[in-house]
């Protein structure tokens, strides 16, 4: 059974609809409907249950990772996308729990501007109807770590979502590992003392920037909204990101795995690539175990072209299995990570 979150129409008319709360099995299967409370129960059993606590509940730990999708994404393709990543954490050793949070992108190829209104209407549910949700739970069923996981645009549904959480929840609900892949975001947000990186900070352990230099579909973002600030998704963190914030440059993987760069590559294979990399998971499931530093990961290096100790590149080479499961033996500090 996987989870998910969405804020589409039931009826499949357009714009933000009224959260609503669901179980699938596939991607094309039917969609289960379940109120909050069913829900909310169901994924909180998936976790093993160990002793009775105080208030008569069965304690669990485990690790939430919501996965927030970015714009041109229909409902069928944004479970695919969930689909295909619990299988590549699985297959690096982390059996967490994954849920969707699929707010309503159009779907076409030329849909950006509706989706990025979309994106900003959909932003304050993230928290209020999602994190703060499962947050609540803590308190007399389980303690369960939470992270995030956004691509492309999703990752401006989180900068939304968390910088205006102030207005929708109390200010005292974290998560800990928040992670962007290609993040569809003015660089300059990132820059320090900015209203989004502080909030970054009082909601987040570790921020991680998974960019990429021949990214197209961004540039493409940028030219269409005429603005002069680059995405950070392709051109990385600004210099005066704060401490908590590390940049894992991807550019040279993609080298790797695209040799031939002058051949006309289309604009979602720059921006996607990403999920179909295990160098790319396996650096997601060390950030996830969250027990080494960001400085120590075998599966970057240092930046050369960086005087930062917060700037890296993946490694396009990986590691062997060996040194990577041993590293992620160090880095386990939860039941969701199983080493072999």
Sequence with gaps: ???????????????????????????????????????????????????????????????????????????????????????????????????????????????????????????????????????????????????????????????????????DVPADWRIGQLMFAAADVDYTVFEVDTPSTKAFASHAGRLTAYSNRYDKALLVSNAKRLELAPRMGRVGLPDTAPPMMCEVNCSALFEKVFPGIQNDLSPSVTHSFYFDRPEFWRDVVLNLGGGIDRGVFPTREPDPSSSSANRFELDPAGIDDATYWAALARAATSPSIRVP
């Design 1 to 167: 059974m996987e989870f998910m979150i969405t804020l589409r129409n039931a009826d499949g008319s357009d714009g933000v609809g009224p959260v609503r709360y669901l179980t699938f099995t596939g991607e094309m299967g039917t969609d289960n409907d379940l109120a909050l409370n069913d829900w909310r129960a169901r994924v909180i059993a998936t976790f093993p249950a160990g002793d009775r606590n105080p208030a008569g509940h069965p304690d669990r730990t485990g690790d939430i990772l919501f996965l927030v999708h970015g714009f041109n994404e229909s409902h069928e393709s944004a479970k695919a996308l969930h689909l295909k990543c619990v299988k590549a954490l699985a297959d690096e050793g982390w059996f967490g729990r994954v849920i969707s949070y699929d707010w309503p992108s159009d779907g076409l190829v030329f849909a950006y501007l509706p989706d990025r209104v979309n994106a900003r209407a959909a932003a304050s549910a993230l928290v209020s109807g999602a994190i703060a949700v499962l947050e609540g739970a803590q308190q007399t069923q389980c303690t369960i770590n939470v992270h995030v996981l956004a691509h492309s645009m999703g990752g401006f549904v989180v900068q939304q979502a968390f910088t205006w959480s102030y207005q």
